[in-house]
């Protein structure tokens, strides 16, 4: 398995909803990532996990909150979201972050409503 | 302050043509660059990296030219295809920093056929 898989693919949540983005990959890599991407613009670094531990939060607003249950698994919490919150949210992954390169997943086209 | 830039935000080709997309960046820390392809509500895919240890990287039809002292790196595609239409991003990440990847603005290459 060479594949990172995000679910749900789509997702329309309103200002007070709770909702949660989930990736997983099978590859053994221990260092998940969340980026964020805007249309017509670069992928923007959120979170980072290396060994299921929080190691970079880029200044992200509290309403956005990660969570890595197993070596597998890396979510994403959203709740109180802003209508300027609707992007295309990437999750990533490596063998460790002291390697190169990334296998992203499809991502998750978010509409905040 | 944008450390890896994409001076072009489009490129047109004519199929069987060369395709050279550009990327410059200002931070001598980097060690690492890759190329990413991304089509439309997809993530991106790795396509092709250099260390900086090296000038050229070839695989296939996709060749990677750094230039160090330039702080250039150019992406050739030859023959480009129509299926080579998408958004490439040039990305660069320093070990000593923690390998985080920054990524380019991204340039549109549209191949026609």
């Known amino acids: 398995d060479t594949e990172v898989t995000q679910t749900p693919k789509h997702l329309v949540m309103g200002m007070t909803n709770k909702k949660s983005l989930k990736c997983e990959q099978h590859?053994?890599?221990?260092?998940m990532y969340w980026y964020k991407q805007k249309a017509k613009k670069p992928p923007e670094l959120m979170f980072v996990?290396?060994?299921?531990?929080?190691?970079i939060n880029e200044s992200v607003p509290s309403r956005f909150s990660p969570e890595c249950p197993n070596s597998s698994l890396l979510n994403l919490h959203l709740h109180a979201l802003q209508p300027e919150d609707s992007a295309l949210y990437l999750c990533?992954?490596?063998?460790?972050?002291?390697?190169?390169?990334?296998?992203f997943g499809s991502g998750t086209r978010l509409t905040v409503v | 302050d944008q450390q890896v830039k994409q001076n072009s935000p489009s490129l047109s080709v004519q199929e069987g043509r060369i395709s050279i997309l550009n990327c410059d960046y200002t931070?001598?820390?980097?060690?690492?660059f890759l190329w990413y392809k991304k089509y439309p509500a997809e993530g991106p895919t790795f396509l092709i990296s250099?260390?900086?240890?090296?000038d050229k990287n070839e695989d296939g039809r996709f060749t990677v030219f750094l230039n160090k002292s330039a702080k250039h790196l150019s992406l050739h595609i030859v023959p480009s295809q129509p299926g080579d239409s998408a958004v490439y991003f040039c990305?660069?990440?320093?070990?000593?920093?923690?390998?985080?990847?920054?990524f380019g603005g991204g340039t549109r290459l549209m191949v026609k056929p």
């Open positions: 931070n001598s820390m980097f060690d690492y």
């Open positions: 590859m053994g890599h221990r260092a």
């Open positions: 990305a660069a990440n320093s070990y000593n920093a923690g390998n985080m990847l920054t």
């Open positions: 990533a992954s490596s063998q460790t972050t002291g390697l190169p390169g990334y296998t």
């Open positions: 996990y290396s060994y299921e531990k929080l190691s």
């Open positions: 250099i260390s900086s240890i090296k």
